[in-house]
């Protein structure tokens, strides 16, 4: 069964906006990835988050994860054209032990 | 520059033909997977490998199988090619529980 879910599935905005994605998951986990996918191309990874952590910043992207209400955010702040893509969240699914399971993705569309 | 190779970037095949895609990594990983990747649907994993010679069953095995004989390639296989394996088809290697490396796809269409 699928563990992450993103929310919404589409979102666009203006250049220059910030974007907010989340993901909510079902069971406990140890650590949640962010990643974006262009076009037609393999997925680039963005950030991880361990369970014990509760926010990271990479350049433009920040990412929150409250396990307590089984849910991270990932935002992109002052948005670029180039930020156009899918964006998924992957949780390690416990069964399956170093694997991680993605969510269906938001698909982000970046306003010129 | 780490990389994950997928032989081939777009592929197109006959019905009940046996198909081959090949992933290689250089980065020293372990672990290596097999999504397919359809609209909707998201990423569902087909099988996976932690080390030479071992492999998992992932959520959608069936008419798939693999084989990874060097550390650094992890083979798919299409036994018997069908229309309904027409998909996006992306490898990916990770060290430990550390992010994926994934290569950049195959596009397979089953005719």
């Known amino acids: 069964s699928q563990q992450g879910e993103e929310d919404p599935q589409a979102l666009s905005i203006q250049e220059g906006e910030n974007a907010t994605m989340n993901c909510s998951y079902k069971?406990?986990?140890?650590?949640l990835q962010w990643y974006r996918q262009n076009s037609g191309r393999g997925l680039v990874h963005l950030i991880l988050?361990?369970?014990?952590?509760r926010e990271k910043h990479s350049g433009r992207l920040r990412v929150t994860l409250d396990t307590s209400k089984k849910s991270s955010s990932l935002l992109i702040t002052a948005s670029r054209a180039a930020d156009t893509a899918s964006y998924f969240c992957?949780?390690?699914?416990?069964?399956?032990?170093?694997?991680?399971?993605f969510g269906p993705g938001t698909r982000l569309s970046v306003l010129p | 520059d780490v990389k994950v190779t997928q032989s081939s970037r777009y592929l197109v095949k006959r019905t009940g033909e046996k198909v081959f895609l090949e992933c290689v990594q250089d980065?020293?990983?372990?672990?290596m997977f097999w999504y397919r990747q359809d609209p909707g649907l998201g990423l569902r994993l087909i099988y996976f490998?932690?080390?030479?010679?071992?492999?998992e069953k992932g959520d959608i095995p069936e008419g798939y199988s693999v084989s990874r004989e060097k550390k650094e390639r992890f083979s798919l296989i299409l036994e018997s090619a069908s229309t309904n394996q027409t998909s996006m088809y992306l490898c990916?290697?990770?060290?430990?529980?550390?992010?994926?490396?994934f290569g950049s796809g195959t596009r397979l269409t089953v005719v």
């Open positions: 990916a290697s990770s060290l430990y529980d550390y992010g994926y490396t």
């Open positions: 069971t406990s986990i140890n650590n």
């Open positions: 988050i361990r369970s014990n952590e």
């Open positions: 992957a949780t390690d699914a416990k069964n399956y032990g170093q694997n991680f399971v």
């Open positions: 980065m020293d990983h372990e672990n």
């Open positions: 490998s932690y080390d030479v010679k071992m492999k």
